[in-house]
Each structure stands twice: as C-alpha cells, then as structure tokens.
C-alpha cells in the first residue's frame, strides 16, 4: 500500500497527428515518485509496446535494460511454464520450461496434435531429439523408423565428416564421405 496523495497512475489517448490517429497510454509512478513515467502503449494498429512508445514491425515489443525482458511464471509447483503458438486450425508448436529443469520444444500438426519433447535439453544439458530423457550430450531416437543421422553438404566437391577429439587433441579419428564424382 501507499501513502500520500497525488496521482499515482493515468490511462491517457493521444493523437499522433492531424488525422486523428490514436494511441492509448499507460503510465505510473515509482514508489515515493510523483512523476509519472510511460510503461505500456497500445498504438492505433494494434501494436502494443511496453518499455517503449514506438512499437514497429511487431505486434508486442518488449524493451527494458535488465536482462529478464519477458518472465513467464507458474504459480502451480511441479507444472511446466510453456509459450504455445496457435491457429485456428490448432497448436503450432510450444516452448515449455520444465519443472524440474530443462527446456522443451514440441511441434504441433496444425490439427490438434502434438509431438511433446521433439527436442529436449535436459538440466545437465543433454540434447534428445526425439526423446524426453536424452542420456547423452546428444541423443537421437525414433521409436517408428530406423534412427538415421544425416550430414549433407550442400557444396560440390565438399566432404561429409563425424571427428572424434578428446582433450590431447583435436581429430583423433574420423568417421568420413569423401566426395568423388560418383
């Protein structure tokens, strides 16, 4: 709670020009502050900023000088926290936080359905594609197909390589396709 008197807060329109074009602005006061400050801004096409009055090519643009510029956070202990990305048709994809640690990707149909953990980084930092506990720093799984691997160069007369290295040295062995005019 505060104290005091004065305006604390103020939703205020503005015309942009002589057409009448219209924003609508919100602003506060820091605590124990009586000048209002501009933090949020709904521009007349749709466009919304909050940290900044110019809101272009975007419809949310959030600035700030902090390093947590958007913070998602689930009041519910042992649920995941997750952006989903939608149409009309159904889910996209999401990008979930983990409870337990890690960060999940998944991709949706377009119809409903959805392919939970298509890519998964674990909290020790293991990447799975295709799988929800990945057991090493990169861990491939197909549970309806054989699991392939596929380096492809997309440069003629360039060569496909898998390089082994270990902390003496960089290349100890070679896993390789030598391109030749086959």
Known sequence: SSTG?????????TVNNYYN????????ANQGDTTLDERMRIKENGNVGIGTASPTGYRLVVENTSEDLLKLHNSTDGLDS?????????TLGRVQGIDNGGLAFD???????IISNAIRISNTGNVGLGRSNPLD????YDPD??????LDTAIAGKNSVIKFSDPGAQGRG?????????
């Open 174 to 182: 070679f896993i390789q396709y030598a391109y030749w005019d086959d």
């Open 5 to 13: 008197e004065g305006i604390r807060a103020s939703i205020r329109t």
């Open 145 to 150: 197909d054989d699991c392939v691997l596929n």
């Open 21 to 28: 074009t219209n924003d609508l602005a919100f602003y506060t």
């Open 137 to 140: 720093i990169l861990h491939l």
């Open 82 to 90: 997750l952006i989903s990305f939608t149409n009309p048709g159904g």
């Open 107 to 113: 991709v949706g149909n377009n119809a409903g359905g």
